[in-house]
């Protein structure tokens, strides 16, 4: 039950480490300016009903060679491998239940279409832009700090980051962004643009009636990286992300 629901939209929240190309141009940066000083190794994700006897539904794991990511495998609550993705410098290629997808990367390193026919606009400053499939156009809207506020898909900005939380580490949000699996997965590693330079703590589905908001509560290490983040869904279902690095060389 809780597996399902986690690889339908695996990470609502996905820790972008931005080992891709940055622009030097640092007031045009997400995050900090992509130059972490660690790197993610794992994630691992329990969910419950109302915050109750929460499962282990499985885990993200992120594989090096030298200094570029090489390998992504997702696992499920019985650590069988459920995702393969292999990354190359011009194209990554994924596995799922005998699905093969195609993602071609630009020059930035960031995707910019896959072979089932999905296109993917950016901004010149690095940030995604739009999303088109099948005749469907989904935009996506920033404020002056270059922060995801909406997507076209609501009437109004609908990403909320109160309390200006720093987000060292590059977290990235992609919950309710045309509800695509390939977000989830390779935005967490830099693959679909910059980040958000906060970290997002409201989701709040404008313009839809008798919806409530998604909430995202965080704790810091002592170096300011996000260690664990729990995700309270408007259905009354949660979801603890908790996040494994290892220091950069």
Not at 100 to 109: A, S
Request: hydrophobic share 25%; net charge negative.
């Amino acid at each position: 039950m809780k597996t399902n629901r986690f690889f339908t939209a695996i990470l609502s929240v996905a820790l972008c480490m931005n080992f891709v190309s940055c622009d030097d141009d640092e007031e045009n940066k997400g995050g900090i300016d992509g130059n972490t000083e660690k790197r993610l190794t794992k994630v691992e994700i329990s969910s419950a009903d109302y915050q109750t006897d929460y499962e282990y539904c499985g885990s993200v794991e992120y594989e090096y060679d030298g200094n570029r990511l090489s390998r992504i495998t997702v696992l499920d609550d019985d650590s069988e491998i459920y995702t393969t993705l292999e990354i190359s410098e011009t194209e990554i290629k994924a596995w799922h239940e005998g699905r093969t997808t195609i993602y071609t990367l630009n020059n930035n390193g960031y995707v910019i279409n896959d072979n089932h026919g999905t296109k993917y606009n950016y901004y010149d400053e690095g940030y995604l832009k739009s999303i088109e499939k099948d005749g469907d156009l989904e935009t996506f809207s920033y404020d002056k700090e270059w922060n995801m506020i909406a997507s076209s898909y609501l009437a109004a900005p609908n990403i909320l980051y109160p309390d200006k939380i720093l987000n060292k580490g590059n977290l990235y949000i992609s919950d309710g962004l045309g509800e695509k699996e390939d977000l989830d997965i390779l935005g967490s590693v830099g693959f679909f643009g910059k980040t958000s330079k906060y970290l997002v703590q409201e989701y709040n589905y404008a313009g839809e009636e008798d919806e409530e908001p998604d909430y995202f509560e965080y704790k810091l290490d002592e170096d300011g990286y996000v260690k664990e983040v729990k995700v309270l869904l408007s259905t009354g279902e949660s979801d603890i992300y908790k996040y494994t690095y290892e220091n950069i060389k």
